[in-house]
């Protein structure tokens, strides 16, 4: 019995040998039998599209239809975990608090990690993700973190931090062109505001590929051309906010 748990420790620890925790995300769990429908009232996609183990874009919006966080959400047996910045970790939790002690469903929150893996959640094209309960993994990879920022960011995907926290509807973002926003789903905090500029057409702001200098600007900072840059690669190439043509 001894020789069996020490083949199986050993085979964890080379499972988890590979695996590097994305210091930039955390996860929120809502758990309990209203987790989804609690959810659905403060998410901008339909959770009930989901798939057990798959991950979905979504975003949180307040009651002015800007973006709290962005990130994705995933069904789990025990209920849904929601992948956001590790920056926002505590203004999601503060945001939800008022609302979830009226629900059937609590918060857990730092009892996963987010890692890079080669195989799991697919996050993006050929890029996957798992989601750890094991403390021992504990290992950052610098380069594993950026290499998965480009490839949001050649995605267009924005992955909302706290500098551009509550400052951008979810189409200014292009939250809307990753899947990350449901026009057919029910009521959710800010819908209104975010249904009504998409059906009248009033985005007057848009997101593009932009080159910058790595160490004279950071998120949130507005550039040369009067676009604000929101979201910054190493490379030097990112994605910034800028005033659409028509406007």
């Given at each position: 019995m001894l020789n069996k748990l020490l083949v199986l420790s050993v085979e964890i620890h080379l499972q988890n040998h590979n695996l590097y925790v994305w210091k930039d995300a955390?996860?929120?769990?809502?758990?309990?039998?209203?987790?989804e429908n609690f959810l659905q009232g403060y998410i901008t996609s339909d959770i009930s599209k989901n798939s057990q183990n798959q991950l979905k874009p979504m975003s949180i919006t307040d009651i002015k239809g800007r973006v709290i966080a962005s990130g994705w959400t995933t069904k789990q047996i025990e209920g849904i975990d929601l992948i956001i910045h590790t920056s926002l970790k505590e203004t999601v939790e503060s945001f939800f608090a008022p609302y979830i002690r009226f629900s059937k469903?609590?918060?857990?929150?730092?009892?996963?990690r987010v890692c890079h893996s080669s195989s799991g959640l697919q996050i993006a094209d050929g890029y996957f993700v798992?989601?750890?309960?094991?403390?021992?993994?504990?290992?950052?990879?610098?380069?594993?973190?950026?290499e998965l920022l480009e490839i949001l960011t050649k995605n267009k995907f924005?992955?909302?931090?706290?500098?551009?926290?509550?400052?951008?509807?979810?189409?200014?973002?292009g939250l809307h062109s990753v899947g990350a926003v449901d026009?057919?789903?029910?009521?959710?905090?800010?819908q209104e505001i975010v249904a009504r500029v998409q059906f009248r057409g009033s985005v007057k702001k848009e997101i593009t590929m932009t080159e910058f200098e790595?160490?004279?600007?950071?998120?949130?900072?507005?550039?040369?051309?009067g676009s604000i840059l929101i979201q910054a690669p190493e490379s030097g190439v990112?994605?910034?906010?800028?005033?659409?043509?028509?406007?």
């Open positions: 955390s996860i929120i769990s809502i758990v309990g039998p209203d987790a469903s609590s918060l857990l929150t730092d009892h996963k798992e989601l750890m309960t094991d403390e021992s993994v504990s290992d950052v990879s610098f380069s594993k973190d950026q924005v992955f909302v931090e706290a500098r551009i926290s509550q400052k951008f509807l979810p189409q200014q973002l026009f057919d789903k029910g009521c959710y905090l800010g790595k160490n004279a600007v950071c998120v949130g900072d507005k550039l040369s051309d990112g994605l910034a906010v800028t005033k659409t043509k028509s406007s």
